[in-house]
C-alpha cells in the first residue's frame, strides 16, 4: 500500500485534466475501540470482490475521474495504515460525497475486523 503511488496513478488517468481535485483518506488503526477498550492488534480481512464492485460503481458517479482503493489485510498494530481511498474528479462536492460514500461502504461491506 503506498498512497503517493496512488496518488501518481490517478494523474496519469486520461481524463486527468478534468480533475479539480484529488481527495484521499489514510484509515488507521486506532489505540482504543468505539468503546474505549484498548485495542493491542486488530485482525482484518477484506472481500476483494466487493471491493472491486463498490470503487466500479464509484467511478460512475457524476463528475468522477477515477477512484482507487486498497485495504490491507492481515494483523495490524495500533497506528498502522489500514485503507486508503483516493478519489479524483471535477468538483468538491461531487468527490467528497463519493469519498464519503466509498469509506463507508468498504467498511461495511468489504473489510471484517476482529479486535483484540
Known amino acids: ?3 503517493t503511488n496512488m496518488v501518481k496513478m490517478v494523474k496519469k488517468h486520461p481524463d486527468y485534466h478534468k480533475a ?12 482504543t475501540s468505539r468503546d474505549g477498550n484498548p485495542v493491542e492488534k486488530l485482525e482484518v480481512r477484506a472481500d476483494r470482490k466487493r471491493l472491486a464492485e463498490i ?3 464509484m467511478k460512475k ?14 494483523t ?3 497506528g498502522d495504515d489500514i485503507m486508503y481511498v483516493v478519489v479524483a474528479g471535477d468538483f468538491r462536492e461531487n468527490v467528497f460525497e463519493v469519498l464519503m460514500d ?3 461502504m468498504i467498511k461495511k461491506d468489504v473489510t471484517k475486523k476482529s479486535e483484540s
Open 55 to 57: 470503487i466500479s460503481r
Open 20 to 31: 479539480g481535485m484529488i481527495l484521499c483518506h489514510n484509515g488507521v488503526v486506532r489505540a
Open 102 to 104: 466509498a469509506v463507508n
Open 76 to 78: 495490524l498494530l495500533p
Open 1 to 3: 500500500m503506498d498512497l
Open 61 to 74: 458517479r457524476r463528475g468522477i475521474i477515477e477512484v482507487l482503493a486498497e485495504v490491507k489485510e492481515g
